[in-house]
């Protein structure tokens, strides 16, 4: 390798690397290809949001992680506003009981949802996976793995976009959570970056960062790995979810 290619980047080129991979983000997973387009059955997308579920009840605990790891209060102050965003605060429910309201909107109930008895294996360990690095990880190398965020408002616009018209039978009320992230997933992603673009300096720093964010990736497509395996795509059946009920 010349000297050159071991020249660090700048800060923009830095961020377009990091804003590249978006074209492995998991919008493009065929699951979610199937479900944003109109083609998942009624259990496919229940199965998706039980799914989904201990995602977001592990995004406190990852994010309290995160702080605990953080030296700086001024880095503290800004981090907490994620775990409020999802447990909410006394006469202001969060992010967890806005997806607790889709899944009651998707026609699942609460208590099946909470007991987590629809989590699937692979789902488990990819949310886990992610938590524990983001607990055993310096905290700047946790917080780049956040900047999945950089992509998230176009996943929830284009569902707000599509879904009214393709699943009419999901009632409107369970849309609030994806309004919601719409404008806190930016805000975020603006301490994640600066704290990104700061810290990884060194071009090796800088490509071991991409790197964690392809990881962060992984985890997503992963878990969608899982439900296709399970409930199959549109009319198409793996026979998984008969099997399980066999056992």
């Known amino acids: 390798m010349g000297a050159a290619e071991n020249l660090p980047w700048g ?4 961020e377009q690397k990091l804003r590249a991979k978006d074209k492995r983000y998991h919008i493009y997973h065929p ?3 199937a479900m944003n387009g109109g083609n998942c059955t009624p259990e496919q997308v229940r199965g998706w949001v039980a799914n989904r579920f201990y995602y977001q009840i592990m995004i406190p605990i990852k994010d309290s992680a995160i702080m605990a790891n953080m030296p700086e209060r001024d880095h503290r102050r800004l981090w907490i506003q994620r775990i409020i965003d999802h447990d909410g605060n006394e006469g202001e429910e969060g992010g967890i009981e806005a997806w607790l309201a889709l899944a009651d909107a998707v026609g699942l109930k609460r208590d099946e949802v909470t007991s987590l008895e629809h989590v699937l294996p692979g789902v488990r360990f990819a949310v886990d996976a992610y938590v524990n690095f983001a607990r055993r990880s310096p905290w700047q190398e946790a917080v780049c793995s956040s900047l999945t965020e950089l ?9 707000l976009d599509t879904w009214p018209d393709h699943y009419p039978w999901i009632e409107p ?9 719409l404008s806190e997933a930016r805000r975020d992603v603006e301490h994640g970056l600066r704290v990104t673009l700061d810290h990884f300096r060194t071009r090796e720093e800088q490509e071991r960062a991409v790197g964690i964010l392809q990881f962060k990736l992984d985890v997503l497509w992963t878990m969608l790995d899982a439900m296709q395996v399970t409930y199959g795509i549109g009319e198409q059946r793996t026979g998984a979810i008969e099997r399980m009920a066999d056992e």
């Open 173 to 181: 009320q369970g849309y609030a959570y994806f309004r919601k992230r």
């Open 11 to 14: 800060k923009e080129e830095f």
């Open 151 to 159: 992509f998230a408002p176009t996943i929830h616009q284009k569902r």
């Open 31 to 33: 699951f979610h290809i």
